[in-house]
């Protein structure tokens, strides 16, 4: 394992730093999308300028860290990742992911209501638990947004861009595919393992995405497929209830 490790020798003293930094930033990337949780959860307590005031804090502090993150990403993989902006054909082949991703959520989803009588995750259990006459639709309308179309952002750079090269060698391939996946599917609430194995595949997914031409925007735009769909789903129906 040793030798796909950065091309720079780490003595285990900075390695350990390396994960110690890894781990906060990881914490730093999903502590948006929690701030957001926490905020929508507890909207209806408050007047909705102030729930206004602290949604827009929290937006503009999920900005603040994807700026850090990139940051800090793109200084350790200038020169070794690819840049290029996504043609069509690239679009093309991350939908294909995006259909085989489906179909294996699909197929996981019905394991999971046969075998433990549950055809929802804990993780998106915890996401949509909320009562729709309780929550501000300030506040709900950026939670939607947010899970859609930030996540994918914070979640993809800290996960595959930041994980592969603050760890590994760029060329590296088979342990940071395996080690990411699986951190990026136990990082996501699991009450058994058919949801752990769900979530670690669309793991797998999102880093073959990433590597097929070392570009961290495929793997963010096949997350954005896979969240912004339930995001357009969720964000539809709850509109529609607000209206109706």
Do not use: C
Not at 17 to 25: A, N, Q, R, S, V
Not at 115 to 138: C, H, K, R, W
Not at 206 to 235: E, P, Q, S, T
């Amino acid at each position: 394992m040793t030798e796909e490790y950065t091309t720079e020798e780490k003595g285990w003293g900075q390695r350990f730093l390396d994960i110690l930094k890894w781990i906060g930033l990881m914490i730093w990337g999903t502590l948006p999308m929690g701030l957001m949780l926490v905020v929508n959860g507890n909207s209806h307590r408050f007047s909705w300028p102030i729930v206004a005031g602290l949604t827009l804090l929290v937006l503009v502090f999920a900005y603040v860290t994807y700026r850090f993150l990139y940051n800090f990403y793109y200084k350790r993989a200038q020169g070794k990742d690819n840049f290029d902006r996504l043609g069509w054909k690239d679009i093309g082949i991350v939908f294909l992911y995006y259909i085989g991703v489906r179909v294996a959520v699909v197929v996981l989803t019905m394991a999971n209501q046969a075998v433990y009588e549950t055809g929802v995750s804990a993780n998106d259990q915890m996401l949509f638990s909320g009562n729709p006459d309780l929550v501000s639709p300030i506040s709900n309308i950026a939670f939607f947004i947010m899970m859609g179309f930030a996540v994918p952002f914070l979640e993809e750079l800290v996960f595959r861009g930041i994980f592969q090269h603050l760890f590994f060698k760029a060329e590296s391939f088979w342990w940071p595919l395996v080690l990411s996946s699986l951190i990026f599917g136990l990082n996501h609430l699991s009450s058994n393992i058919v949801e752990a194995v769900m979530y670690i595949i669309i793991g797998v997914a999102l880093y073959l995405v990433y590597r097929r031409r070392n570009n961290i925007k495929d793997a963010i735009l096949l997350h954005m497929m896979n969240n912004g769909f339930a995001a357009i789903i969720l964000l539809g129906s709850y509109l529609f209830h607000v209206f109706s």
